[in-house]
């Protein structure tokens, strides 16, 4: 079967799966939900540039600040447009942005790229404040977007509509990152990534594959941040900052580098140990300042712990139980992995 | 060696590399015809792995220029010679260390994919089929080298000597007419070198060798034509049986008088 053909039956699979969950959940975690579709999706792209091509990026929330402001901006300033061609609109802005950045990166390694990078997680939303008029300032732009078509009124609520729009649009996001990620494209990443001289002596383009992936990183960013705006109907700068940037990195290793899966458990790692260290700031009365804090902290302990105890991450932790289960199930001793 | 007519595979010409104030090579000329088997050879620091560098395009020479098949090279890149047909294998062996056997050699096969730009981005198009192509040609060059049962390790878990063939299997599965293989004996066995031999001699039926190696036995039995490197400049060339003869290389291995057949084996086995 062609990957692209096994990819979206995955899809389908998975927004299935989605739906299922959201029949038997509330209107808030259905929000809930929503935020881990468009961070697993900001996680899967960096999860491409990282584990498939091996360069470092600090810069990724810059990416989801592009898409989510486009997504502001379009909804205010061409409400007739659907939501569709928004998302679409958003995958082009954050393609030209990653190509220009990408382009005046490619022939920077390790550090060097992670610094520039820096300089645009730390930059960017600067912009929101030196463009007041047109982005908002510090207190952002607000948008309405459409809830649920009228049909489904009683059936769905605003809340699980847009968890269903993000999801659906997140599944066909993955898809097209496996498809990449397992076919020619992702093995000439991979080849560069552990050896780019062997690479290139094999006739692998090593600098414009890495543009590639620095590109499908962005825009799988940007529509990532179209997504949150979308859901949240808010997009502001602090959103943004070099705070979200270092966490999604810090939560891909978390969850394990190099397979999607991994951004799952990193995207959900995002979402809830946050809302469970806010809860617990809530229930032993911290006050606002701890509040806003504990969720840095213990984000910083689980990171620390899950090293500690699994380095390849929480998908690296399953993948070795599941051949220790599977080792003890067949019992014979071929040891070839697959 | 100062035409580049057509029926010349690859030539240098004149070609120098200076680093800083060492001359690594000093107007070096070589040229390799269709089919033909090249030995380069010349003791430590004589410029042999610099003149393989500047042959396969990883290093630009000061001076001098390559050409291929009686033209300047397709592109000043690496990738572009590997696209027109030139494959090398390295003393380090550099495998692709996370990804398994049959991945490092489906790098090898890819410039033969025929898909273009949207079939790779997309998986759609010729994607599929090219697949299917790239893992036959991986495992029809795993096969030819007797490695095909090691297809889905991770190379790191694999014995010196296998990882040696995966190597070479990866460099020819993109079907090059030059193969540049650099040290291909070391760290081999006698009987594995004996192997290695008949192998080359197989190779060179479908396309031309250029080695370097410091085993003399190797060279002079599997070689066409030998060239002597010293002090990066060309002190002779000929067949074995000239090189062997020449005076010049006697002397360039000092401390031996008995030629090079037996002077440089104690290099066998150089640290990588």
Avoid at chain 1, 123 to 147: D, E, K, V, Y
Avoid at chain 2, 34 to 46: C, K, R
């Amino acid at each position: 079967m062609p990957l692209p053909v096994r990819h979206l039956l995955l899809a389908a699979l998975g927004l299935a799966a989605v739906a299922g969950l959201l029949s038997v959940t509330g209107d808030l975690t259905a929000l809930r939900i929503a935020a881990v579709g468009y961070t697993m999706l900001a996680v899967a792209g960096l999860q491409l540039l990282v584990g498939g091509s091996g360069q470092v990026s600090l810069g990724h929330g810059a990416f989801m600040m592009i898409g989510a402001y486009s997504m502001a901006l379009l909804v205010l300033h061409q409400p007739t447009l659907p939501l569709a061609a928004n998302l679409g609109v958003i995958v082009v802005v954050s393609v030209a942005a990653g190509v220009a950045v990408g382009a005046a990166t490619a022939r920077l390694h390790g550090p060097y790229l992670a610094g520039a990078t820096l300089i645009l997680a730390v930059g960017l939303p600067g912009l929101a404040h030196r463009f007041h008029a047109f982005l908002g300032g510090s207190n952002g732009l607000n948008i309405r977007t459409a809830g649920a078509p009228p049909f489904l009124d009683g059936l769905v609520t605003t809340s699980e509509w847009r968890a269903l729009v993000v999801w659906t649009t997140v599944v066909l996001g993955l898809a097209v990152l496996a498809t990449i990620s397992a076919g020619r494209l992702g093995r000439r990443m991979r080849a560069i990534r552990d050896d780019e001289t062997a690479a290139a002596m094999a006739g692998v383009p090593v600098g414009a594959t890495k543009v590639v992936a620095f590109v499908i990183a962005s825009a799988a960013g940007g529509l990532a941040g179209g997504l949150q705006a979308y859901v949240l109907g808010t997009v502001t700068p602090s959103s943004f900052t070099l705070v979200l940037s270092l966490t999604l990195l810090a939560a891909l290793v978390l969850g394990g580098i190099g397979s999607l899966w991994g951004a799952l458990w990193a995207s959900m790692a995002i979402v809830y140990l946050d809302v469970w260290a806010t809860d617990l700031a809530r229930a032993a009365n911290l006050g606002r300042n701890a509040e806003n804090n504990l969720p840095v902290v213990f984000f910083g302990v689980v990171l620390i712990l899950v090293l500690r105890f699994w380095p390849l991450g929480v998908h690296g932790a399953l993948r070795s139980l599941g051949a220790r289960l599977r080792a003890v199930r067949s019992d014979t001793s071929s040891r070839t992995p697959q | 060696m100062t035409t580049t007519a057509p029926e010349h595979l690859l030539t240098a010409d004149g070609v120098t590399v200076r680093f800083g104030g060492l001359t690594a090579l000093d107007d070096v000329g070589l040229r390799v015809d269709p089919g033909s088997v090249v030995g380069l050879i010349g003791p430590n620091g004589a410029g042999k792995t610099t003149l393989f560098n500047v042959l396969s395009g990883v290093l630009r020479p000061t001076r001098g220029a390559v050409s291929w098949k009686g033209a300047p090279p397709p592109g000043r890149r690496t990738h572009h010679l590997a696209g027109a047909g030139i494959a090398r294998t390295f003393q380090g062996l550099n495998l692709f260390p996370m990804m398994p056997v049959l991945g490092n050699v489906m790098v090898g096969a890819d410039r033969l994919a025929r898909g273009g730009a949207f079939s790779l981005v997309s998986g759609l198009g010729r994607h599929h089929r090219d697949e299917r192509e790239l893992r036959e040609r991986a495992m029809a060059a795993l096969e030819r080298f007797g490695v095909a049962e090691h297809a889905h390790r991770l190379p790191g878990t694999l014995p010196y000597g296998v990882q040696k063939q995966v190597a070479l299997a990866r460099a020819c599965a993109g079907e090059p007419e030059l193969l540049l293989l650099d040290e291909p004996a070391s760290g081999l066995s006698g009987h594995e070198t004996a192997e290695l031999a008949d192998r080359i001699r197989g190779l060179s039926q479908d396309m031309a060798v250029v080695l370097v190696e410091h085993h003399m036995d190797l060279v002079m039995d599997v070689c066409d034509r030998v060239v002597v490197l010293d002090f990066g400049r060309v002190i002779s060339s000929g067949t074995p049986d000239e090189v062997q003869a020449d005076p010049a290389v006697t002397r360039a291995y000092l401390g031996t008088s008995t030629g090079p057949a037996t002077g440089p084996d104690d290099r066998n086995g150089d640290p990588r």
